[in-house]
């Protein structure tokens, strides 16, 4: 299984958010797609305040949606939403 864990530094609008969501989210083939507000950590604050993950079932999958138009797509818009955030790429095993 591979999954894209998307980690935002602060909460993004949820008006704006949803539209992502409606408009780039939902266009990127996956087998699953969750997303959510952090709300603590073991520690102290959480390291982000929001959390977003596309889940493909092996890494072909994966390879053929990233070079996919619609995922570079749903990227680039989030970025325009103007909340930092982080992607990283695991190999669940």
């Known amino acids: 299984m591979v999954r894209a864990m998307i980690q935002y ?6 008006e704006r958010y949803a539209r992502h969501l409606t408009e780039y989210a939902t266009a990127v ?8 507000k952090a709300f603590g950590s073991p520690f102290d604050a959480p390291a982000f305040a929001y ?9 072909d999958a994966f390879k053929r949606v990233a070079r996919s138009e619609a995922f570079a797509a749903s990227g680039k818009d989030a970025a325009e939403m103007g909340v930092p955030f982080t992607v990283t790429f695991v190999e669940v095993e």
Not at 9 to 14: K, V
Not at 29 to 36: L, N, Q, S
């Open 9 to 14: 530094g602060s909460e993004p609008d949820p």
């Open 29 to 36: 083939e996956c087998d699953a797609f969750r997303h959510g």
């Open 51 to 59: 959390y977003a993950e596309f889940e493909w079932a092996d890494m």
